[in-house]
Each structure stands twice: as C-alpha cells, then as structure tokens.
C-alpha cells in the first residue's frame, strides 16, 4: 500500500488528531527553541561566581574570567550597564564598587573582567588578593543609559556635525 492509500484509509478524525498533536509538537518545539536563555544577574541581591582563571596583563592590569552557573547560561548584561562587585579591603571592611564586563551576551559560560589594580586601592587589594577558585559577589545590572540599535549611529552623526561646526569656525577665524 502506497503511503497516499494508507492516510486515505484513515478515520478522518484519527487523521484531524494526528495532524493536531504534529502541529503542537512542531510550536512547542519552536517556542522552546527561541526562547531567549535567562541572565544569571539579580538586580536586588549579590549572587558568587567563581574565578576560573586570572591573566596578567601588565604590572598593575588582570583579565579576570569568571564562570556562569551552566556552559549555556549568558550573564544578561544589556549594553552600556554595569555590575556592582563586593569584596574586602586590606582593612576587612566591606566595599562595593562598580565594574563593565568586557564580554557580551553573546559569550556564553562566562564573563570577564579587566581591572586595573590601584597600590592603595580599597577593591583593588579584594581582586590583586583573589585567586582561581575565589567566588566575587555580584550585583546587576545597573545604570540608566540602556543602548539601542542605531544609537550609535545617531552619535557619530552627532559629532561629526559638531566637529564641521568646530572646523568652520575655525576656518573663519583666519
Ligand atoms: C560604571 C563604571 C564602570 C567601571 N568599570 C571598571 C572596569 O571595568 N575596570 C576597572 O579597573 N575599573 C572600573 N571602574 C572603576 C572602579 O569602579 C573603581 O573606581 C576602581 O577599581 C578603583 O577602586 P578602588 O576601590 O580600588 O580604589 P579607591 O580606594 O577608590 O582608590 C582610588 C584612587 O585613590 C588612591 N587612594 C586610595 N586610598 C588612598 C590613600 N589612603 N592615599 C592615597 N591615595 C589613595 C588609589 O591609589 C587610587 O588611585 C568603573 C567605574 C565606573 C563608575
């Protein structure tokens, strides 16, 4: 029997459900494929993550990279926001300071953090102290300025007008 025989052959209601269930399993499938993975940042409590790895990048600058709760988990860090770190300084007090991860959403597993370390610096002393295994508390996202696509754009021609204007001033100064 040719396969268009045996779908002729069907109840016409074993057919409708059949064709029911295919098409929920095919939305259900999708929606959960273009679900958007959820940030690992909580806006009102400080949450660990740990350093899996420290790079020295100059006498006083590291590259810290810290590792997300799963392989898949993104940070969720819109562009132009910040995250508020904790640590102790060389006094055992407490002190909270504000960080911009150098990766995007689309880094995945991780975030990275390039600092640079102050001599007398109260969080500097948290993170030249911290090694791989250590855990940092954090704290976001935070920050009014929220980027949108374009807006870049609209910037450079911005300064561009301002710039010209500045050049014919300049120009006409002489
Ligand atoms: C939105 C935002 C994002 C930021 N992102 C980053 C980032 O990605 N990376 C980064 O490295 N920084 C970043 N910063 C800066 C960061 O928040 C801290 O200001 C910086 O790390 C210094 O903090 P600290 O506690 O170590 O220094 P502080 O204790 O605030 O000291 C600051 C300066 O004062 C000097 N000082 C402190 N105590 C004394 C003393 N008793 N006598 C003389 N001098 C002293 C220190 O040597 C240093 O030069 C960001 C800041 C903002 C606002």
Do not use: W
């Not at 064709?19 to 009102?44: E, R, T, Y």
């Not at 030249?128 to 996202?141: Q, T, Y």
């Not at 910037?155 to 301002?162: D, K, S, T, V």
């Amino acid at each position: 029997m040719n396969p268009m025989d045996f779908i002729e052959s069907l109840d016409p209601q074993i057919l409708l459900g059949a064709s029911v269930a295919v098409i929920v399993i095919v939305a259900a499938a999708f929606l959960f494929s273009s679900k958007k993975a959820k940030g690992c940042l909580d806006p009102q409590n400080f949450k660990d993550f740990k350093l899996v790895k420290r790079t020295q990048l100059s006498h006083n600058v590291a590259k810290f990279k810290f590792e997300l709760p799963t392989s898949s988990s993104i940070l969720g860090l819109p562009i132009g926001q910040h995250i508020s770190c904790r640590g102790k300084d060389s006094q055992g007090e407490e002190i909270i300071k504000p960080y911009t991860p150098t990766t995007l959403d689309c880094d995945v597993g991780y975030f990275e953090l390039v600092i640079k370390m102050y001599p007398q610096g109260r969080m500097s002393h948290h993170f030249r102290e911290m090694r791989v295994g250590d855990h940092l508390a954090v704290k976001g996202p935070k920050g009014r300025f929220q980027y949108e696509p374009g807006q870049l754009e609209r910037l450079g021609c911005l300064l561009e007008a301002l710039e010209s204007l500045q050049c014919s001033r300049f120009l006409g100064q002489y």
